[in-house]
């Protein structure tokens, strides 16, 4: 494991693959934790790419001193971690991750070579609503943590794969210390008003990701139109699906996003 030092505290991050491949940066989603990217971060090492895998400010290992948890500040950090490593980098996102991956490919363009957007939230104010006062009383103490976990358990509609429980025994364990879980709250309160706006500037060429049965969206498939017609962007549907398809369902993903990279960042094939 390594440490990005930020303003405020430290971002913690794997590394795999070949020191000279292209750069790949992935980001996990708000409550997440980089296990996420367990089966897709060595399939990309495996073609030769050099990739580095994020935990979220608050999350994970990263440290919970910060005292911006927005999707903004993820995105400052995803760029910091391109160019601490050498970018470009194709920037893979899951959920408030391809939220961030996207506002630094329309405002860091040099950065960004690619995006692969999972799951991605790339419209409206994030959680509003009823949806959105639900979800605060859900997260309150006491019993925030163990309905916080069940709810996002909820997410993972249809398959999932090796290693699964322990990714869900990490994202509960992160809501644990006091510390922790009031960092993944405020990631969960923040929200993403500027990132619509801007979408018009991505240039980078971009694969949007979207579960069959994401129950984020009432229709996975139309939102997943929308992202992809707005960026001009390659589109897959993933079936038996939810909200993580790089973790469920890395049969369909890894190959997918291996043709995208070698498009538009060929790598030498070298091993991990």
């Not at 549907?237 to 538009?264: K, M, N, S, T, W």
Request: glycine content about 12%; overall charge negative.
């Amino acid at each position: 494991m390594h440490r990005l030092d930020r303003p405020g505290g430290r971002i913690a991050y794997d590394l795999h693959g070949p020191a000279g491949g292209p750069l790949v940066v992935c980001v996990p989603g708000m409550a997440d934790v980089r296990a996420t990217y367990r089966h897709l971060a060595p399939a990309l090492a495996g073609a030769g790419y050099r990739v580095a895998v994020m935990d979220l400010r608050g999350h994970g290992d990263s440290d919970a001193s910060f005292t911006d948890y927005g999707t903004l500040a993820t995105a400052a950090d995803t760029a910091a971690l391109i160019e601490e490593l050498g970018g470009p980098a194709i920037a893979v996102g899951n959920s408030l991750g391809a939220t961030a991956a996207a506002w630094v490919a329309a405002t860091r363009p040099e950065l960004v070579s690619g995006t692969v957007l999972l799951g991605a939230f790339l419209r409206g104010d994030g959680l509003r609503g009823p949806l959105a006062l639900l979800l605060r009383a859900m997260l309150l103490r006491p019993w925030g943590p163990a309905l916080g976990t069940a709810y996002l358990r909820g997410l993972f509609k249809g398959r999932t794969t090796e290693g699964h429980a322990e990714h869900i025994a990490a994202i509960r364990a992160g809501l644990g210390p006091a510390d922790r879980y009031r960092a993944v709250t405020a990631t969960i309160a923040n929200s993403f008003r500027p990132v619509p706006a801007r979408l018009d500037e991505v240039a980078a060429p971009a694969l949007v990701v979207m579960g069959a049965d994401d129950p984020d969206w009432p229709d996975p498939a139309a939102e997943a139109d929308w992202i992809a017609g707005r960026l001009g962007a390659r589109r897959l549907i993933v079936p038996e699906c939810g909200h993580y398809p790089a973790a469920q369902r890395p049969d369909l993903v890894a190959p997918a996003v291996l043709e995208f990279a070698a498009a538009v960042a060929p790598a030498g094939g070298a091993d991990a």
